[in-house]
């Protein structure tokens, strides 16, 4: 795939050169939650993108041929498989055994021969098609100006032609589960269009549905050019174009739908694929999408618009955020994003916060796949990293908004694909380590494969799934749904722990129990040992023995969970006073690594603290030791741990790094349409961004000796967002808080409980304990002293 770098600054300059007219608008768009342009999108990472959790699409705004990219997130190559390779336990004694001796080399050599997934890599997610619009005569143009709505999920395109305004909007409706483009020109019978389909698959026709209706079908390519393999991709996909005009005429023709004479007309796309469940591809497509569309019959744009904005505005408003104005909040977004290499920006800090929550919305929803690398949006049949599920970092950091920024709903997705991966992983537990439970490696795809894939020096990493184990532990904690933790979490977590109970081995060495064959995720290769297997273990057991006295059950499995938790090999201090990234006190300070592995403790785990002195010093000159600049996802990972470290300066100064255009600093840095860039694009950069933001105004993650959170409020506050406030950020222990400030220091706190809990407030050295009843909420000024009596707050729990 390319990595397009562009000079932003100078696209508005060459546009009007393009179409032949002035392109500036008169004024930009109302609201503080808008991106918007002066020109259209040349390239991809230019489009704007909607979604409804399963459909997604990349809204060009072109004026004479509009592209609109679309996917669906089951359309993905390959079949129901088991990737694991039966018999490979017997190696993995003889893996350990040469790993201790030194010879790494024929450790990694064996296993690529005897332990590896079979095929060795995993399927790639797939663009679906183009939905094309093509307007005879339209330019030159006037006052364009094209803009992507967050808190309606609206994308939007205006221009003048001759005298005429048109207007486009597109959204993808989570209620009725169809793209919808809506088309209007303010003067009667102006609208004149043709519509089609472009699809990238070979596999694939289109055809004429009378009488208003056009179908692409076909299948994925039989052939896998990453595994070189002609293998047999039996998954099949359709999407239906319904046209309908207002004061015109539609015409369908053998490829395509034209539109005369009409003042406005609204195209509805329904796509859908043949896959049921990781297990099942028997669905029927046409079916799906003909239901889909019978069931809008009977209602217009307007009804459709209705209820998406009813359905999305309400989740995307819980959270509000204001962290100050300046000049850059009159600017389109591709010139404010320019501007920020060298400004500061506290807006575009806020639009960019609100942008992650609007591409989880769009990404993640009840009943679909989990977030990709790419979230849902992808327009190459070779997508980089194949836009899998990389869970060495990635579809974690996916995931970190989720909780904290009030869209829990849009974890379940994760714990949706979890609940399908604890049963090929008991398959790879059993076939790779003669294990119980189940055991997930850095990668998993729509077949939710969890064998090691790749190549040893890396692929060989057995604590994914444990990792994402912790997510459920976490919704309970913001939660404190004991049915969530019982039904779902707990199962899941327990099978989890089990494997790591059968396959943590002793270290001749030191007598410590150490995890391997395994290694710190994509340096180092294959070892024994690595620190962050045991920092994730050791939370995982901890979390299972705490989850199974909550609910009275597994009294000896928590005993000996804890048994076992203490004799890991703990957290080292190295020759560098660093925090040692293996149990060899081997780490180059020179390392720049994008991976901060074994920081994993400090941030998204709470095992390294400011309480725990030594370890804390020790993983801050690991950090210094890594550098500022990296990938745009690694810095999303190291604001947030700038903001466990209390250091809201250098939490900043690490996300202005990140808030730049790509290719103006080292490594990562935004494409115009704010999408982080690795690079190439990786959606996880704009979620690690959303929760660095929200670590460095509240955290949740200690308790006082009597098991209350303490709800620690502005600890990484910069100096550059003087003044601010922000409404509906959750915290563990079932609390939302709102907060404010003025001139640096905390003015006001508001703290409801859903449940009814008690914490502790902590600002500075000032602490206060709160006791709620559930729905009730309580006031504070910035002494955090009472304000008034608790009141109920009428907050709806969810």
């Not at 989720?402 to 790879?428: I, K, Y």
């Not at 741990?641 to 990140?658: E, K, P, T, V």
């Not at 694009?681 to 955290?699: C, K, P, V, Y």
């Not at 206060?768 to 002494?783: K, N």
Request: glycine share 8%.
């Amino acid at each position: 795939m390319r990595t397009w770098i562009l000079c932003v600054a100078c696209l508005g300059m060459g546009w009007a050169g393009l179409v032949g007219g002035p392109a500036r608008a008169e004024e930009p768009p109302p609201g503080s939650w808008v991106l918007w342009y002066r020109q259209p999108a040349r390239v991809w990472t230019e489009a704007l993108p909607v979604g409804n959790g399963r459909l997604g699409a990349m809204v060009f705004g072109r004026v004479e041929e509009e592209r609109i990219q679309f996917n669906e997130d089951t359309l993905w190559l390959g079949e129901p498989r088991d990737y694991s390779r039966p018999g490979a336990w017997r190696h993995l004694e003889t893996l350990r055994r040469l790993l201790f001796e030194g010879r790494q080399r024929e450790a990694e050599e064996l296993a690529m021969r005897e332990f590896m997934s079979v095929p060795l890599r995993q399927m790639p997610y797939q663009p679906f098609a183009d939905l094309w619009l093509r307007f005879p005569e339209h330019g030159p143009v006037e006052s364009y100006r094209r803009e992507l709505d967050l808190e309606e999920a609206v994308a939007r395109v205006r221009y003048r032609v001759g005298g005429v305004t048109f207007e486009r909007e597109v959204f993808a409706s989570a209620p009725d589960q169809v793209l919808v483009v809506h088309l209007r020109a303010d003067r009667p019978g102006a609208l004149r269009f043709e519509a089609g389909f472009r699809c990238p698959h070979t596999n694939a026709h289109v055809a004429a549905m009378a009488p208003r209706r056009l179908v692409l079908r076909g299948r994925v390519r039989d052939y896998d050019e990453r595994n070189r393999l002609e293998i047999r991709n039996p998954l099949r996909f359709e999407a239906v174009l319904e046209v309908r005009a207002e004061g015109g005429r539609v015409a369908v023709e053998a490829d395509r739908v034209r539109v005369e004479g009409a003042r406005s007309a609204t195209l509805l796309l329904a796509a859908a694929t043949s896959f049921r469940n990781f297990q099942d591809v028997s669905a029927d497509p046409s079916e799906r999408c003909t239901t889909v569309l019978e069931r809008l019959k009977r209602r217009d744009h307007a009804a459709l618009r209705r209820a998406h904005v009813a359905e999305h505005r309400p989740l995307f408003q819980r959270v509000s955020l204001d962290l100050g104005r300046g000049p850059g909040d009159a600017l389109p977004t591709d010139e404010r994003l320019a501007r920020a290499r060298d400004h500061d920006d506290p807006g575009l800090a806020a639009l960019v916060f609100q942008y992650g929550r609007y591409l989880l919305l769009a990404s993640s929803r009840p009943g679909t796949q989990p977030a990709n690398l790419q979230g849902i949006w992808n327009e190459s049949l070779r997508p980089p990293w194949d836009s899998k599920y990389t869970c060495n970092i990635n579809v974690e950091m996916n995931y970190w908004p989720a909780e904290v920024t009030s869209l829990p709903e849009c974890h379940e997705p994760l714990f949706d694909a979890l609940e399908d991966l604890v049963v090929s992983g008991q398959r790879t537990a059993r076939n790779h380590y003669n294990a119980r439970g189940w055991v997930l490696h850095h990668n998993f795809d729509l077949w939710r494969g969890t064998a090691p894939i790749n190549h040893s020096n890396h692929g060989i990493w057995v604590t994914g799934g444990a990792w994402l184990s912790l997510h459920l532990w976490e919704h309970y904690l913001f939660s404190q749904e004991r049915e969530f933790l019982a039904r779902r979490a707990y199962p899941i977590m327990r099978e989890a722990a089990l494997f790591f109970v059968d396959y943590l081995v002793e270290d001749p060495r030191t007598g410590w129990l150490i995890s391997g064959p395994s290694n710190s995720p994509e340096q180092g290769g294959l070892v024994m040992g690595p620190t962050m297997d045991h920092q994730i273990i050791r939370s995982l057991f901890a979390a299972v023995s705490e989850a199974a006295r909550i609910l009275g059950t597994d009294a000896a499995l928590a005993a000996q969970l804890d048994r076992l938790r203490a004799r890991i090999a703990p957290n080292q201090i190295g020759r560098l006073g660093q925090l040692q990234e293996w149990l060899e006190d081997k780490d180059d300070p020179n390392n720049k690594h994008r991976h901060v592995s074994h920081l994993w403790a400090v941030y998204p785990g709470w095992e390294i603290t400011w309480r725990t002195t030594n370890l804390f010093q020790a993983a801050r000159q690991s950090l210094n030791f890594r550098g500022d600049e990296a990938t745009g996802w690694s810095m999303g990972w190291k604001v947030n741990l700038w903001a466990r470290f209390l250091d809201g300066d250098r939490a900043y100064r690490i996300l202005r790094n990140l808030l730049a255009p790509v290719g103006s600093r080292a490594d990562g840095g935004l494409y115009p349409n704010l999408f982080d860039a690795h690079p190439p694009f990786q959606i996880d950069g704009n979620f690690g961004a959303t929760a660095g933001i929200a670590e460095m105004l509240l955290q949740s993650h200690l308790r006082d000796e009597e098991g209350r959170f303490i709800l620690h409020l502005l600890p990484a506050l910069p100096s550059a967002w003087p003044t601010g406030h922000v409404r509906g950020l959750r915290a563990r222990g079932g609390f939302e808080v709102d907060l404010a400030w003025e001139e640096g220091r905390l003015s006001s706190v508001t703290v409801r409980s859903r449940p009814g809990r008690s914490c502790v407030l902590m600002y500075g050295a000032q602490q206060a304990r709160v006791e709620l009843r559930p729905g009730a909420e309580a006031h504070f000024d910035g002494a955090l002293r009472r304000v008034g009596r608790p009141t109920r707050s009428g907050v709806a729990a969810r």
